[in-house]
């Protein structure tokens, strides 16, 4: 893939603490966090004319009432389904915008409280179904469940059962989370845990514990996409938009599995990541040059789909990849460095993506990784971006 206009990261900001905040407005959250990104960036906000985000009314806002509250004047916007999973898609959108020459620099992020009308085991609440904070999930039409978890933990159990993994390779994942979280000043959970403490933890939806499943997080996150030539004007060093992949839907596909498991109606067969992810010819770099991998862990399980479903490991070897140490700081391949939704917060994975950027220009203090030059954004649903200190 070659970009004309070659998109970049050039600035990245969060509210200052992710946790639950009753007293605090959306709309506040979202103006500090945007007012940090376009501080760091070097921006003021009137220079702003592209705005995109993933979630509007009731988690977060709409994108005309934050253009309206925050005085933004902009020219090119765009709003995606109110599911968390639409991070990297918004970024994508914004970096085809600034290719297209549609808008010079596109905010994209959001502010958000989870907390303001979700609930942790789901909602019967037909309204907020219908309006899209919890609809569909993929198994809610098939098993009557309300909530991600439930679909999350079917899936969980079918893999422990078809590859003999077990709630306490989960904990590791919880553990090592937690332990990155703990590096982290913004951290909305940075108490460290054992593993015993997650095996006591009680189920959420067996076998889902606790301390599997990522908090409901009120905060915000944003970061600044422009162009190469732009950010030339800038401060920050920029961090390279190489490489994209959109998110992948069709029977075929589950959101809480990695292809070919046979979960829903995907059919059962052999995975071959290589043949099908094609996101690393693209940006011209192989797995082994990526140096770091962040992915959506709204549960711990995701991190298996996402290490099979993108050729880390093979299907059915990421839980004993992951339960030896090889996703921690000093490991194989590091993960979240942050300490994810796990730990870190549920800010839809915003916060990955500046998590991403303060690991590449150097700025992620005792989380810093030696060296960091490529960076990968992989969900289990099949969407990917690969960022990297040079074009």
Same mark, same amino acid.
């Given at each position: 893939m070659s970009y004309d206009q070659n998109p970049v990261l050039i600035g990245a900001g969060t509210t200052a603490e992710f946790g639950v905040f009753p007293d605090?407005?959306?709309?506040?959250?979202? %103006?500090?966090?945007? +007012?940090?990104?376009?501080?760091?960036?070097?921006?003021?906000?009137h220079e702003l004319d592209g705005l995109v985000t993933n979630m509007g009314s009731p988690l977060s806002r709409h994108y005309d009432r934050i253009c309206e509250a925050l005085d933004l004047d902009i020219e090119f916007s765009a709003q995606y389904w109110a599911h968390g999973r639409w991070a990297s898609s918004c970024v994508q959108h914004a970096a085809m915008a600034v290719e297209a020459g549609l808008a010079d620099y596109v905010a994209v992020g959001l502010g958000l409280k989870f907390n303001a009308v979700s609930q942790f085991g789901g909602n019967e609440r037909a309204s907020l179904s219908e309006i899209g904070s919890i609809s569909e999930h993929s198994e809610r039409p098939w098993y009557g469940m309300t909530a991600p978890v439930g679909g999350n933990a079917l899936a969980t159990r079918y893999y422990m059962e078809k590859y003999g993994a077990t709630s306490e390779d989960l %904990?590791?994942?919880? +553990?090592?989370?937690?332990d990155h979280a703990a590096l982290h000043p913004r951290s909305h959970f940075a108490d460290p845990i054992t593993i015993e403490e997650h095996q006591e933890s009680q189920y959420i939806v067996d076998p889902l514990r606790l301390y599997d499943c990522a908090p409901l997080t009120d905060g915000g996150a944003y970061v600044i996409v422009t162009t190469a030539e732009n950010a030339e004007s800038l401060p920050n060093e920029p961090a390279h938009i190489a490489g994209m992949e959109g998110l992948s839907a069709g029977r075929n596909n589950h959101l809480f599995a990695r292809p070919g498991m046979g979960i829903r109606t995907q059919e059962e067969y052999e995975y071959d990541a290589?043949?099908?992810?094609?996101?690393?010819e693209r940006a011209g770099v192989t797995r082994d040059d990526i140096d770091a991998l962040f992915t959506y862990d709204a549960f711990t399980p995701n991190v298996w789909y996402a290490l099979e479903r993108w050729g880390f490991c093979d299907p059915g070897t990421a839980f004993e990849f992951a339960r030896d140490g090889n996703i921690g700081l000093d490991g194989e391949l590091p993960?979240?460095?942050?300490?994810?939704?796990?730990?870190?917060?549920?800010?839809?994975?915003?916060?990955?993506?500046?998590?991403?950027?303060?690991?590449?220009?150097?700025?992620?203090?005792?989380r810093q990784l030696d060296g960091a030059d490529t960076m990968q954004y992989a969900t289990p649903f099949g969407d990917s971006i690969i960022l990297r200190t040079r074009p």
């Open positions: 605090r407005t959306i709309l506040g959250l979202a %103006a500090e966090a945007l +007012k940090d990104a376009l501080d760091d960036a070097g921006l003021d906000r %904990a590791h994942i919880s +553990k090592t989370f937690r290589s043949v099908t992810d094609p996101i690393y993960m979240n460095t942050h300490g994810g939704l796990l730990s870190n917060g549920h800010i839809t994975a915003w916060n990955h993506f500046v998590e991403m950027y303060d690991q590449l220009r150097g700025k992620a203090g005792d």
